[in-house]
């Protein structure tokens, strides 16, 4: 059974910093791309960044200069370091797997952030 399991969301004031994590298990971890979407209330999923599975990033504008996504193969985990919070990034945020092999996509359950302005 895949999972994907964010943690690390919470309430932090406008211009601080949280680190969300995302644990894979059921999944060749090396073998997917990973990704970071978010959701604000009322909105589409967005993406925020994506990490390949080479290590290569790419980040949405909004992302660029305050955010930046890791991922660490043996411990099955890609991170989101989110630094200079804005009000506008409160939003739940996703974890994403998408295979490398096939077209096997997986999704996380969340992790909400809260940004108080």
């Known amino acids: 059974q895949v999972q994907l399991v964010e943690s690390g969301g919470g309430l932090v004031q406008a211009g601080g910093s949280l680190r969300l994590a995302c644990v894979g298990s059921?999944?060749?971890?090396?073998?997917?791309?990973m990704a970071w979407y978010r959701q604000a209330p009322g909105k589409q999923r967005e993406l925020v960044a994506t990490?390949?599975?080479?290590?290569?990033?790419n980040y949405a504008d909004s992302a660029k200069g305050r955010f930046t996504i890791s991922r660490v193969n043996a411990k099955n985990t890609v991170y989101l370091q989110m630094n200079s919070l804005k009000y506008e990034d409160m939003a739940v945020y996703y974890c994403?797997?998408?295979?490398?092999?096939?077209?096997?996509?997986?999704w996380g359950q969340g992790t909400q952030v809260t940004v108080s302005s």
């Open positions: 994403n797997a998408r295979s490398i092999l096939n077209l096997n996509v997986y």
């Open positions: 059921g999944i060749t971890f090396r073998h997917y791309a």
């Open positions: 990490i390949g599975s080479d290590g290569s990033t």
